[in-house]
């Protein structure tokens, strides 16, 4: 099937990055670096490389005056300008072709808000959106839902399953055969007792664990508008399209090149904080 550029992407990049408390006050999560270079870049190449013409970044207000700086960095010329001052060689930027805005967040602090904040500033029907804090180190992931999924069709990009991610990713359970598949449910965040028992349920080949990666068409979009309105708490946006779902078709397309969660601490991140509260609790 051919590719279908991707004309609009939401980046939404509006948390705190809880997960990673100890430093995310100071920096926002999405400047984590992977490969030697900040995610956000990361994930606006690959907005880049699917022909997007436009894009927009939507951030915590807490992050404002950082962002006023990196606006200027991710500018057409900008880089040329850097490599002249520094006196290195000048080279090709891959996002010198798309317009990047940035818009804090308004509303309340949930994802459903942070892709209505985006698709409403691009004044556009239809929209690629990419959750910040997963990266794609080959930048293709967008590329892969546009050249797979069916036009008009709302889609997301999912991996394959296992138990031991279940716990920090949406898990779907797919209808049908082959590289695109139908959503017929979703669970958030199972434990491994309900991970498993999923796998008992549907078999391993129907589940798919979300990647951050989804279309969003007109209809999904007024889904969302009516789900951002409930009182109370804001449904998340995975569980709003899986509820969408239900009496229309949602395409799962499968994805087998892992992402980077720049949300989940590292290794060495996690023994500093098991020692910390061990020696708190010790001192108590």
Not at 50 to 68: D, K, M, Q, S, W
Not at 165 to 185: E, L, Y
Not at 239 to 251: C, D, Q, S, W
Request: proline share 8%; charged share 15%; with cysteine.
């Amino acid at each position: 099937m051919k590719a279908q550029p991707a004309t609009a992407v939401v980046i939404a990049a509006g948390g705190l990055g809880t997960r990673v408390a100890g430093w995310s006050p100071f920096l926002p999560k999405e400047f984590r670096p992977v490969g030697g270079r900040p995610g956000l870049l990361h994930v606006l190449e690959e907005s880049a490389a699917t022909g997007a013409v436009r894009a927009v970044v939507v951030h915590h207000p807490y992050y404002a005056p950082l962002i006023n700086w990196t606006s200027q960095v991710v500018a057409p010329g900008a880089l040329a300008r850097y490599q002249e001052l520094a006196q290195q060689p000048i080279g090709h930027s891959p996002t010198e072709g798309l317009q990047v805005d940035f818009v804090s967040q308004h509303g309340r602090y949930a994802d459903i808000t942070s892709a209505l904040n985006g698709a409403d500033h691009l004044g556009t029907e239809s929209v690629c959106l990419a959750f910040a804090d997963n990266v794609d180190p080959s930048h293709t992931a967008l590329s892969r839902l546009a050249s797979t999924a069916s036009p008009d069709t709302p889609a997301v990009l999912a991996g394959p399953f296992s138990i031991e991610a279940a716990a920090s990713h949406g898990v779907i359970i797919c209808t049908g055969t082959g590289p695109i598949r139908t959503m017929a449910a979703l669970v958030e965040k199972p434990d491994p007792l309900h991970a498993a028992q999923l796998v008992a349920d549907h078999g391993t080949d129907n589940l798919r664990l979300l990647q951050g990666r989804a279309r969003l068409t007109p209809r999904l979009l007024q889904h969302l508008y009516k789900a951002a309105r409930i009182t109370g708490a804001e449904p998340k946006l995975s569980l709003a399209v899986a509820e969408y779902a239900r009496h229309h078709r949602v395409e799962v397309v499968t994805n087998n090149i892992p992402m980077v969660d720049l949300g989940a601490p590292d290794p060495a991140e996690a023994r500093t904080a098991e020692f910390a509260t061990a020696a708190d609790s010790r001192s108590d």
